[in-house]
């Protein structure tokens, strides 16, 4: 007989796969062309690989609720503390008055909403930039 924590083992184990099936159909779902591009570089000369991964991938629609419920389940369970953190991720939050790409949530993906972000990006990638190119000798961020 299994003992509870081979069942949380277990569990653990196929909510990651399932977790990983889910982020490359979602991946799969909003940049398609990005997606079977780098899929075809991975499988090299083998497309028939590529296209057989992507008729596996789950609908992130119709499979992310039942692995959210069981997911929310076993977080529960084994880690009591970070499931405020772990929901947060899913729902809205209360009082939001508008969509941005940082009060986001798969919630919004589910619906079907979707955020583009152009203004500011330049910003942010020019304050990235100068990040990466300002790290002292010692490979520490400078602030």
């Known amino acids: 007989m ?6 949380y083992k277990k569990d653990l184990e ?3 796969g399932r977790g990983g099936d889910l982020l490359n159909a979602m991946q799969a779902e909003c940049f398609p062309e ?6 075809n570089e991975i499988a090299g000369k083998d497309k028939d690989v590529a296209k ?20 929310r ?14 929901v ?3 729902g809205k939050p209360k009082g939001r008055r508008d969509i941005t790409y940082e ?8 619906q ?3 955020v583009t972000r152009t203004v500011g990006y330049l910003e942010e990638k020019n304050w990235l930039d100068r990040r990466l190119l300002s790290r002292n000798s010692n490979n520490n961020w400078p602030y």
Request: aromatic residues 16%; without cysteine; hydrophobic residues 35%.
């Open 103 to 110: 009060n986001y949530k798969i919630e919004d993906y589910l």
């Open 2 to 7: 299994p003992s509870n924590l081979d069942r």
């Open 52 to 71: 057989e991964f992507l008729k596996t991938l789950p609908s992130f629609k119709n499979t992310y609720q039942l692995w959210y419920s069981e997911a």
């Open 73 to 86: 389940v076993l977080v529960r369970q084994l880690l009591p503390d970070r499931l405020s953190d772990f």
């Open 88 to 90: 947060s991720h899913y």
């Open 14 to 16: 196929s909510l990651i």
């Open 112 to 114: 079907g909403l979707r």
């Open 34 to 39: 990005a997606f079977e591009k780098q899929l």
